[in-house]
């Protein structure tokens, strides 16, 4: 068979997205801080972006402050700096051997105010090694088993793999083991929660043998909230478990807790919705955003009988630019427009509150805005908006529909809320499961929904089973 090179034409329509879509498509799924983060980029890489700062006026204190100080130099004719004597007033300072007079004790910043580093477990921990009597092979095997502690304080690498790290017996390791495990925080490096509940009993001095039996011979019953055989098989009366489950649950499951590094994301919503009389108000956030505007010294440059390779320049950085003013006008405008219409379909949040949510789909909102469904999802990822019920992000107002015994649909954060409503009022020695859950969702707000449902959305808002909920 002979193959030969043949030249053929084709028409054909092709959507061909040229760079200026893209970075619009891209500005749009962007969050509030991201964005700031692009617009300074732009600002560093294009010369022709600059800040826009002719609405910022000087600070109110430092305005009113200025004001006092001249107004009272004028009217009690006191000298102005040029007029100071300076010698007396770097005399009146200069007392200390680093040129800077101490400040009185009742000036000093109190010791609460001064910042301190955050100490780790590890480093908590290596440094009572270092203050302890322990010979250097020994030391070398509780750095490593100190280095193996996870942030909860517990140590889950096998003694078999330590013992063959260091050619030692399992025997030798344990030994290093129980000295570093009587380290501060108490029940650290422990293996399992048994032995970190049982060393803060010894640590602590605690004397109450009940307890100790319970975590060592009853433990599943202890998490199952099951006393009845701990009173018949250690013939003891209810009320004396009870107290010894009370010292349990006083003890500490994580030692490492308090060295862990809490770390806190503060939301900024990108907008906020008033109330004002029976409609909603929105207001974007565009606090921290730099407003731009093109540089003058460059449009001036056009104009100029400059070279040409500069005139080129300058065009192409001013066509980016003023595509990317337009794109950021553009974005804010599609996400008020999102926010818009979502207030027209949930209005009843915004009236009542969480369980009045409808059920929600992209495609309304899409359809009521003119746009594509991909583009009203790529607005609201990443954004939170700030409502009269609290901070939620935009994709909350979307949710599936859970059908009603008398027909209609609920959506389903307003069953979660429902759900979250009769966990939190159950009976504390009765708590109610997920069949039961299901029983008076039917019952009492006519809902239809099965019971893995239930149980998915009750584990979604971390609320236990009924059995681990229980309160004696």
């Known amino acids: 068979m002979a193959l030969d090179l043949k030249q053929s034409l084709k028409l054909a329509q092709q959507l061909v997205m040229t760079p200026q879509l893209q970075q619009a498509i891209k500005l749009l799924q962007l969050s509030r801080m991201e964005l700031a983060e692009m617009i300074n980029q732009q600002m560093m890489e294009n010369p022709v972006l600059e800040e826009d700062r002719s609405e910022e006026t000087a600070p109110v204190e430092e305005v009113s402050r200025k004001t006092e100080a001249e107004s009272a130099g004028e009217n009690s004719g006191e000298q102005s700096y040029d007029d100071l004597d ?76 330590v013992a063959q790290q260091f050619k ?21 490096a422990s293996r399992n929660l048994q032995e970190c509940l049982l060393l803060q009993l010894s640590q602590w001095h605690i004397q109450n043998p009940l307890a100790e039996k319970i975590i060592r011979n009853y433990f599943k019953e202890l998490e199952k909230k099951d006393y009845r055989p701990i009173v018949r098989k250690e013939k003891v009366p209810l009320e004396q478990v009870k107290e010894a489950v009370k010292i349990i649950c006083d003890l500490e499951p994580k030692p490492g807790r308090p060295f862990g590094e809490e770390r806190v994301q503060y939301i900024t919503p990108d907008l906020s919705v008033y109330r004002t009389g029976d409609n909603y108000s929105i207001m974007l956030n565009e606090d921290g955003l730099p407003k731009l505007r093109i540089n003058s010294y460059y449009l001036n440059l056009l104009r100029s009988d400059s070279p040409s390779a500069t005139k080129e320049y300058i065009k192409e950085k001013l066509q980016g630019a003023m595509w990317l003013i337009r794109s950021i006008h553009q974005r804010q405008r599609t996400i008020y427009r999102v926010m818009e219409s979502i207030i027209k379909s949930q209005k009843d949040f915004f009236d009542k509150g969480v369980a009045h949510l409808k059920p929600l789909v992209l495609r309304e909102i899409a359809r009521d805005i003119g746009m594509h469904e991909s583009t009203v999802s790529r607005v609201t990822t990443n954004k939170w908006v700030h409502t009269p019920h609290g901070i939620f992000s935009m994709k909350f107002f979307f949710n599936s529909k859970i059908n009603r015994l008398e027909g209609g649909a609920m959506a389903s954060e307003s069953v979660k809320e429902r759900i979250r409503q009769v966990v939190t009022q159950e009976p504390c020695g009765r708590p109610f499961s997920d069949r039961e859950l299901v029983a008076i969702l039917r019952r009492e707000y006519g809902i239809e929904i099965a019971r893995r449902t239930v149980t998915k959305y009750r584990e979604g808002m971390g609320y236990l089973c009924s059995g681990k909920r229980k309160k004696v």
């Open 86 to 161: 300076w010698e007396k007033f770097l005399d009146h300072f200069i007392t200390s051997s680093y040129g800077i007079r101490a400040a009185p004790e009742e000036d000093r910043p109190e010791h609460e105010t001064r910042v301190a580093k955050n100490v780790s477990l590890c480093e908590h921990l290596l440094w009572q090694l270092r203050l302890s009597d322990f010979s250097r092979e020994d030391e070398e095997i509780a750095e490593y088993l100190i280095g193996n502690l996870d942030e909860d304080g517990y140590l889950k690498t096998p003694l078999e793999h």
């Open 168 to 188: 030692k017996t399992e025997a030798e390791i344990e030994k290093v083991l129980k000295k570093v495990q009587q380290f501060d925080p108490a029940g650290v």
